[in-house]
């Protein structure tokens, strides 16, 4: 099965790249695949704090994907799968797509504010001709209804 990988965080642009990947998972018979990546900064202190910093920052992820997946659930019907990873997002997101065979379609959300973000220039902008999968760039200023009709 073909997975439609989405990275999670807590930007606005975040909700347009779920609504368009789990819809078009749904209209091709795919899956919709939820990665959340913690940076490994937030934990260089004390062995204790650090650890307890790191537990603290996957209940936040595991509670930001129930969050998005209970609408996607009711709005769509499919039952995404969640993945956290440590790291940089960048690397994090390429070793996701390399260690998992079923990711077909990388969806990333585009800011508007102050750019489209890291991820989206970097992925799209310096590797995209080396990605190994299609990706698509959901525009952040796309209301709910629109990225719904692209689907």
Not at 1 to 20: G, S
Not at 49 to 78: S, T, Y
Not at 99 to 116: M, S, Y
Not at 134 to 151: F, M, N
Request: charged share 25%; aromatic share 6%; glycine share 10%.
């Amino acid at each position: 099965m073909r997975k439609f990988l989405v990275v999670v965080d807590e930007t606005p642009e975040c909700m347009n790249a779920i609504r368009f990947a789990a819809r078009r998972a749904k209209k091709t018979g795919g899956g919709l695949q939820m990665l959340f990546v913690i940076r490994p900064e937030e934990f260089q202190h004390w062995l204790g704090v650090g650890d307890l910093m790191r537990h603290e920052a996957r209940e936040a992820a595991e509670k930001r994907f129930h969050e998005v997946a209970g609408p996607v659930q009711e709005n769509v019907g499919i039952v995404p799968e969640f993945v956290i990873r440590e790291g940089e997002a960048v690397e994090q997101v390429l070793a996701q797509i390399k260690e998992d065979p079923e990711v077909g379609v990388l969806v990333l959300g585009a800011g508007v504010d102050n750019g489209p973000g890291p991820l989206v220039s970097y992925l799209v902008g310096k590797m995209a001709g080396a990605m190994p999968v299609p990706v698509t760039v959901v525009p952040g200023a796309l209301s709910r209804e629109q990225v719904i009709a692209l689907c």
